[in-house]
């Protein structure tokens, strides 16, 4: 009897601390969406346990004929109030380039539309509202902020939770101190009730990511009373390049190993508890961090068809579905707090295609911020239901092993070889001397190329989720 009241104790506490995970998806490309598309997405998200999207969208009459967001909206929140599904508007602020600005009385409209709607999200009753920026514009800050909360009373009341890049990039710069950045944010903006933690990449550094400026954030709401939640952001990758000439927009963040990472520091005994996670992000292909199938790049009529321009170049062919099995394992920890059963044999692994310091023929070749920073290696994350060990070759560098068993995940690498041109890395998972599962990537590294790209390319060997 008595086991069994502990069990439901614990049960109780794990209920207790279960923390929402949002994906950020970038309603600019959801142009061709409908409804079923926008339930086919959900259902994608749903299965590796993502509650909810964040919304990213910019103000409808910045770009011409962008009206066309708004209706998608409401075929998003159509879609997710018949799934059980959450979608959180994140009003994208960063832009001034086109002159139109998000105003409050289009936000206020926006936000009560759905204020009955079963997948608007509540914080304290109130509705919870993100954003991407609100504090580098000169139109907006905390006096707007301010206006857009009093406009809005009873059922759209909101919890505001911004994400403001300038605290974040302050608090993860190299020798911050994370402490001073978030006292200065809840200083300046009175008007957050909560905080998005943007900087989910190490800021110009080659050093792993920490937990110290999430800390700091998580605290500092605590500590002066703010009543909305701390919202972690966690992404796989940063890479972009406008190929404009301007070196200040081509880079990569060091992020080699940076997904397992920050998903690790949620798990397990010393984890930290953020209120909510964001993934960064669903279908943000131009920066690299998608977890979302790729759409087929040339099928116009695909309801989720998008324009990449030449950013598709460093896009089309690297696939991030097998990601969404990393993800997939973390969540479950994280939400029934301990650690899930392995009942596959599962390998993740990923690689850039080209050697850093090859010079394709197009693309930002010699300006990359951070070029020198990622590894010319192939990382894999091994998840399997009994003791193996996991094979990695990669042209001359042939069979790196390393082990792995039932007991948690496990990572190896093995380098890419001097002469990498046309190597293709191959992984697989041996028992009793037998390989079980063998996977190749689906991508060669090659030295001759005409893109440059710094973003990986994403396999898997064994039985997968629909990967696509
Ligand atoms: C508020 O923003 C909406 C959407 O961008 C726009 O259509 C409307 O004209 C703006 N209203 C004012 C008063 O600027
Ligand atoms: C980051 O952590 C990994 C282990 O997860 C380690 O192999 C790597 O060297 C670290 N990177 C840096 C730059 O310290
Ligand atoms: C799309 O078309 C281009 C040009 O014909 C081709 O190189 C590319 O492989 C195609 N992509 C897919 C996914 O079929
Ligand atoms: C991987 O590629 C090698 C070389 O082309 C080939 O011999 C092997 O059969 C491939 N393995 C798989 C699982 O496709």
């Known amino acids: 009897m008595l086991s069994t009241y502990a069990a439901a104790a614990a049960l109780l506490l794990r209920a207790a601390s279960a923390t929402d995970v949002y994906a950020h998806f970038m309603v600019q490309n959801a142009y061709a969406y409908d409804v079923d598309q926008w339930k086919y997405d959900i259902a994608s998200a749903q299965q590796i ?20 967001t708004v209706d998608r909206i409401d075929d998003a929140f159509t879609a997710a109030d018949s799934m059980g599904f959450k979608l959180m508007y994140s009003f994208d602020m960063s832009y001034s380039s086109c002159n139109v600005y998000w105003n409050q009385s289009f936000m206020g409209e926006m936000i009560s539309k759905y204020s009955s709607n079963s997948a608007t999200p509540r914080w304290n ?29 009873g059922s759209n009341a909101i919890t505001l939770a911004p994400g ?13 101190d994370p ?25 110009n550094v080659d050093s792993n990511m920490t937990t110290t400026a999430d800390e700091a954030f998580q605290s500092a709401l605590k500590s002066s009373s703010r009543s909305g939640p701390y919202i972690m952001a966690v992404s796989p990758w940063q890479y972009k390049d406008l190929n404009n000439g301007n070196p200040l927009d081509s880079w990569v963040a060091y992020s080699d190993t940076l997904f397992v990472d920050r998903w690790q520091q949620l798990v397990g005994d010393n984890a930290i508890k953020p209120d909510i996670i964001e993934i960064l992000t669903w279908n943000d292909f131009c920066e690299s961090h998608y977890l979302r199938n790729l759409p087929d790049e040339n099928d116009t009529s695909a309801k989720d068809y998008v324009e990449l321009g030449d950013m598709g170049a460093y896009v089309w062919g690297q696939n991030h579905a097998p990601w969404r099995i990393i993800a997939k394992y973390y969540i479950a920890w994280m939400k029934q707090g301990y650690a899930p059963a392995i009942t596959m044999d599962q390998v993740i692994f990923w690689h850039r295609v080209h050697p850093k310091d090859t010079s394709c023929y197009g693309g930002s070749s010699t300006a990359i911020r951070n070029a020198n920073m990622p590894a010319d290696a192939v990382f894999a994350w091994a998840l399997v239901s009994q003791k193996s060990t996991i094979s990695m070759s990669v042209g001359s560098n042939q069979y790196w092993e ?37 996977s190749n990537s689906t991508q060669a590294i090659s030295t001759d190329c005409s893109w440059q790209n710094f973003n990986p390319v994403v396999n898997l060997v064994g039985p997968g989720i629909n990967t696509g």
């Not at 403001?164 to 911050?176: D, F, K, Q, R, V």
């Open 49 to 68: 346990g993502i509650d909810g999207f964040a919304l990213n969208w910019i103000p409808p009459d910045c770009v011409n004929g962008l009206g066309w």
């Open 179 to 203: 402490s001073s950045a978030a006292s200065s944010m809840l200083s300046d903006f009175s008007s957050a009730d909560g905080y998005l933690n943007w900087q989910a990449w190490p800021l």
């Open 402 to 438: 390393f082990e792995a068993d039932g007991s948690g995940p496990s990572m190896g690498m093995v380098p890419f070889p001097d002469n990498a041109n046309g190597a293709v890395p191959e992984v697989s998972i041996m028992r009793g001397g037998q390989a079980v599962h063998t």
């Open 164 to 176: 403001l890049t300038t605290y974040s990039m302050e608090a993860g710069s190299e020798g911050a």
């Open 125 to 153: 009753n109130n509705i919870l509202v993100s954003t991407y920026g609100g504090d580098q514009v000169d139109e907006y800050g905390n006096d707007f902020f301010e206006g857009l909360k009093s406009s809005l009373t």
